[in-house]
């Protein structure tokens, strides 16, 4: 079994700052991709980052310049700073864990924190 523990969601004003944390623990596999997504009301859930093992990542456009995913190996964490954050940022974070190669990966998440960009 797989168990993502997130943290660091909150309120922030436009043009703050937050940083979520992601702790894996389990049966983790050497390959392993690590990610956030997001999800809005009254919206689908969207991909904001992702970040492999080897530490090849990937962005949403809308976050591009403005968040950056990061990970600790040894830890199995992963981070997301998020600057300059807008309104249209507000949403549930999720982590997500896919373990495993391509032709064989499962996918595991976390509870989801709440990120509310307001003032």
């Known amino acids: 079994q797989v168990q993502l523990v997130e943290s660091g969601g909150g309120l922030v004003q436009p043009g703050g700052s937050l940083r979520l944390s992601c702790a894996a623990s389990g049966s983790i596999f050497a390959i392993n991709t690590m990610g956030w997504y997001r999800q809005a009301p009254g919206k689908e859930r969207e991909l904001v980052a992702t970040?492999?093992?080897?530490?090849?990542?990937n962005y949403a456009n809308s976050v591009k310049g403005r968040f950056t995913i990061s990970r600790d190996n040894a830890k199995t964490t992963v981070y997301l700073q998020m600057n300059s954050l807008k309104p249209e940022d507000t949403a549930v974070y999720y982590c997500?864990?896919?373990?495993?190669?391509?032709?064989?990966?499962?996918?595991?998440w976390g509870q989801g924190t709440q990120v509310t960009v307001s003032s």
């Open positions: 970040i492999t093992n080897g530490g090849s990542t």
């Open positions: 997500n864990l896919a373990n495993g190669p391509l032709r064989s990966v499962t996918h595991y």
